[in-house]
T-cell receptor
Framework: AQSVTQLGSHVSVSEGALVLLRCNYSSSVPPYLFWYVQYPNQGLQLLLKYTSAATLVKGINGFEAEFKKSETSFHLTKPSAHMSDAAEYFCAVSTGKLIFGQGTTLQVKP | DVKVTQSSRYLVKRTGEKVFLECVQDMDHENMFWYRQDPGLGLRLIYFSYDVKMKEKGDIPEGYSVSREKKERFSLILESASTNQTSMYLC???????????FGPGTRLTVL
């Protein structure tokens, strides 16, 4: 069975600092992997997705994620956090239907 | 742009009431989904539909039913609302063979 684990339910960074949100997955077949972002009182918006074309995936708003098969990871990064990045982030795996992680709330301090 | 709309942003109902949550998408997508979102649990799939009048149970279908009479509209029904169904409900859609789902803004349901 497929599953997704996001390490850390809350992450706090200073404005301008590196953002690193961790995601590990388990899947018996090559997965499609996604990161979604949810701003307060809104639905989910697709940040980026991995579909086996390239291991480093660039998304919107300066985010990127690297697929590492050996580590079964798909961590999300952004070099420099902005106040507007404060939101909840979800990692998801798809092998037919989407399985979501528990979510990580990103706080950005001024 | 894909647009998925949900009939209400906030809803307050009483225990035992029948509740309808409506979702409409404007991209002619075949697949539609209903999730509930709870803190610490992420999103959990309640039901999905891949065609008009077709439905499949997700991971937590108990206490819910769905209806899809038209391609663009997918309704979630709580036959007799209970307090443990207080949650955020999110609707999503995708095209038939695509993995990317597009989400509506959500309905925050409170059952008193």
């Amino acid at each position: 069975a497929q599953s997704v684990t996001q390490l850390g339910s809350h992450v706090s960074v200073s404005e301008g600092a590196l953002v690193l949100l961790r995601c590990n997955y388990s899947s018996s077949v090559p997965p499609y992997l996604f990161w979604y972002v949810q701003y307060p009182n809104q639905g989910l918006q697709l940040l980026l997705k991995y579909t086996s074309a390239a291991t480093l995936v660039k998304g919107i708003n300066g985010f990127e994620a690297e697929f590492k098969k050996s580590e079964t990871s798909f961590h999300l990064t952004k070099p420099s956090a902005h106040m507007s990045d404060a939101a909840e982030y979800f990692c998801a795996v798809s092998t037919g239907k989407l399985i979501f992680g528990q979510g990580t709330t990103l706080q950005v301090k001024p | 742009d894909v647009k998925v709309t949900q009939s209400s942003r906030y809803l307050v109902k009483r225990t035992g009431e029948k509740v309808f949550l409506e979702c409409v998408q404007d991209m002619d997508h075949e697949n539609m989904f209903w999730y509930r979102q709870d803190p610490g649990l992420g999103l959990r799939l309640i039901y999905f539909s891949y065609d008009v009048k077709m439905k499949e149970k997700g991971d937590i279908p108990e206490g819910y039913s769905v209806s899809r009479e038209k391609k663009e509209r997918f309704s979630l029904i709580l036959e007799s609302a209970s307090t443990n169904q207080t949650s955020m409900y999110l609707c999503a859609s995708s095209s038939l063979y695509a993995d990317t789902q597009y989400f509506g803004p959500g309905t925050r349901l409170t059952v008193l």
